[in-house]
């Protein structure tokens, strides 16, 4: 079992950057792909970013391609959501979470979540 920790959230003006983190302790974290995904008030929880375990692999939701970059590091435990030009939109609760499966983009597909971080864009 792996539990997880999402730091970073809060509020920004649209235009401005966020870096989120995810912690994560237990099992090896590098057996794991990662992901995030963000909800916001009203809707379902979407797919955002997704990376392989040993980070070669990522993709990206097209609502957030070319803003946003996913990256980790296994040997500090933790992965990183860098966010750029940031839009209202974005407004979202962000959780990250992981997969003893490839590289999924599905949430049914994720084994393991954190509690989230709220990420709020101001126009």
């Known amino acids: 079992q792996v539990q997880l920790v999402e730091r970073g959230g809060g509020l920004v003006q649209a235009g401005g950057s966020l870096r989120l983190s995810c912690a994560a302790s237990g099992r090896t974290f590098s057996t794991y792909a990662m992901g995030w995904f963000r909800q916001a008030p009203g809707k379902e929880r979407e797919f955002v970013t997704a990376i392989s375990r040993s980070g070669g692999i990522t993709y990206y939701a097209d609502s957030v391609k070319g803003r946003f970059t996913i990256s980790r590091d296994n040997a500090k435990n933790t992965m990183y959501l860098q966010m750029n030009s940031l839009k209202p939109e974005d407004t979202a609760i962000y959780y990250c979470?992981?997969?003893?499966?490839?590289?999924?983009?599905?949430?049914?597909?994720?084994?393991?979540w954190g509690q989230g971080t709220q990420v709020t864009v101001s126009s």
């Open positions: 979470a992981a997969s003893v499966g490839a590289v999924p983009r599905t949430r049914s597909q994720y084994d393991y």
